[in-house]
């Protein structure tokens, strides 16, 4: 995707400047040019000695520096690119890039690309959720030709928690190669719920039942729902998994609080997509010390756990996505559990599959939907299932609004 091909990579003032280093030297491993235009103040964060020595070419950033092209320099850099990516994105270049403002050679060169344009945000989380930044955000993501990179969830050099991380390096990589491939932001304005991963049920204070899910398919639908535009809130018990960038992760345990976390968040959700492996059965009695071993078998009594999907109230402005792992007769199977939870749309999974199901990279399912041919998904990995389930899902989301007016 990447080789031969130019990217203007632009650098602003932010401590997440060391990323883009970072990331440069990604671009030129993956047989990218790389043309570096920094900010003023972003060279208070990084030099340019920096970029050069990633890049090979000299990073930079005065409109009127001297030399034989200075005068169209903005010009020819906008004109040679393949594809611009600004990371880290200030408030202020993100600004600039929305209001036409040509007031440095960055915001120049972008204005005056045909490129595609690759904008990551980075900065504190207050200043990330400021109407005027948010606006200025979806002002960009509506026009052609432009992405936001949303950035992830986490702690700050300031010390604060919450969204405004750059994207990792490996991210912006995902991303970039996805716009080069023609990748859209058709989920803008969707807010997808999605859960992931196995849930967990404590039998004492050192054990408790699961399963084999670690959350790879649900974790992977939420970063490509993120890079397509949407708002994502990921719902799920595996903490140690990195929380994919524009995605705010609500961390639970059990089914139980699973269920509460779905019913407290359904509101905003234009979709849900339950991927998770829920325990339908959890201990009926939950014992406060370690239960000691005796001679002979323990019986141990189990109690149903809610179905969060079955639980759900029916709503005609969402699109309700459920997945049905089977050992066995699938097609029976996920066709009564679309019909019985009261699903749009039943991702079936067979997980006895070789590199299908639990823990894989890759995935073998079959998507179901009511009054629909059932459509059979060759093995693929799972961003592409991903993918292909967000197709079906933006599709399912036209049909509704369509049905609405
Ligand atoms: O996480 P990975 O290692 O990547 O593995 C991916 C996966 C195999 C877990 C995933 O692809 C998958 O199939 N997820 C669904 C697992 C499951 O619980 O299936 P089920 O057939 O038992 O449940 C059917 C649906 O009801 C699911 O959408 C489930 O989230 C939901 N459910 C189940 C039980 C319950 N108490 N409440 C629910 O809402």
Redesign the pocket.
């Known amino acids: 995707m990447f080789v031969g091909k130019e990217v203007l990579l632009g650098v602003t003032g932010s401590i997440a400047a060391y990323k883009a280093a970072e990331f440069a030297r990604y671009l030129v491993r993956a047989g990218a040019r790389v043309q570096v235009v920094m900010t003023r103040s972003a060279k208070e964060f990084i030099t340019p000695l920096t970029f050069f020595s990633l890049t090979g070419r000299e990073a930079y950033s005065e409109m009127y520096s001297g030399g034989p092209e200075v005068a169209t320099a903005h010009i020819q850099l906008a004109r040679r690119a393949d594809l611009v990516v600004v990371a880290p994105a200030s408030a202020r270049t993100i600004a600039r890039i929305a209001h036409g403002n040509a007031e440095d050679l960055l915001s120049t060169a972008v204005i005056a690309s045909h490129a595609p344009v690759v904008l990551a945000p980075a900065m504190n989380p207050q200043m990330y959720a400021h109407p005027g930044v948010q606006n200025n955000l979806r002002e960009i993501g509506g026009w052609k030709n432009y992405w936001i990179a949303a950035p992830g969830e986490g702690e700050m050099a300031c010390g604060e928690t919450g969204l405004g991380r750059l994207a990792e390096p490996q991210e912006l990589m995902d991303f970039c190669g996805w716009v080069l491939g023609g990748g859209r932001q058709d989920l803008r304005g969707e807010h997808l719920v999605v859960?992931?991963?196995?849930t967990f049920e404590d039998l004492d204070p050192v054990r408790f039942l699961s399963?084999?899910?670690?959350?790879?398919?649900?974790?992977?639908i939420a970063k490509v729902a993120a890079m397509r535009g949407a708002k994502v809130t990921l719902i799920t018990a595996?903490k140690e998994r990195p929380v994919p960038a524009g995605c705010v992760r609500v961390d639970v345990r059990s089914?139980a609080q699973?269920?509460e976390a779905?019913h407290a968040h359904l509101a905003q959700a234009t979709t849900l997509i339950?991927?998770?492996?829920?325990?339908?059965y959890r201990p009926a009695e939950v014992s406060m010390q370690k239960i000691k071993k005796k001679e002979g078998p323990l019986g141990l009594e189990l109690a149903r756990?809610?179905?969060?999907?079955?639980?759900l109230p029916p709503s005609p402005l969402r699109i309700t996505?459920?997945?049905?792992?089977?050992t066995e007769n699938l097609m029976e199977?996920a066709q009564d559990?679309l019909v019985r939870?009261h699903l749009d749309l039943?991702?079936g999974?067979d997980?006895t599959q070789q590199g299908?199901?639990?823990?894989?990279d890759t995935?073998q399912?079959i998507l179901f939907e009511v009054g629909q041919e059932a459509i059979a998904l060759p093995l693929m990995g799972?961003e592409e299932v991903a993918h292909a389930i967000l197709d079906r899902v933006v599709a399912l989301r036209q049909k509704q609004q369509a049905h609405l007016l």
């Not at 859960?195 to 196995?198: D, L, R, Y």
């Not at 339950?274 to 339908?280: I, L, Q, R």
């Not at 756990?305 to 639980?311: E, F, K, P, R, T």
């Not at 299908?356 to 894989?360: D, E, P």
């Open positions: 859960t992931a991963g196995a399963n084999r899910s670690t959350g790879k398919m649900g974790f992977a595996m089914a699973m269920a779905v339950m991927s998770a492996a829920v325990a339908d756990n809610i179905d969060i999907l079955a639980s996505v459920g997945f049905a792992a089977e199977n559990k939870k039943i991702v999974n997980v299908s199901g639990f823990g894989t995935n399912v799972k």
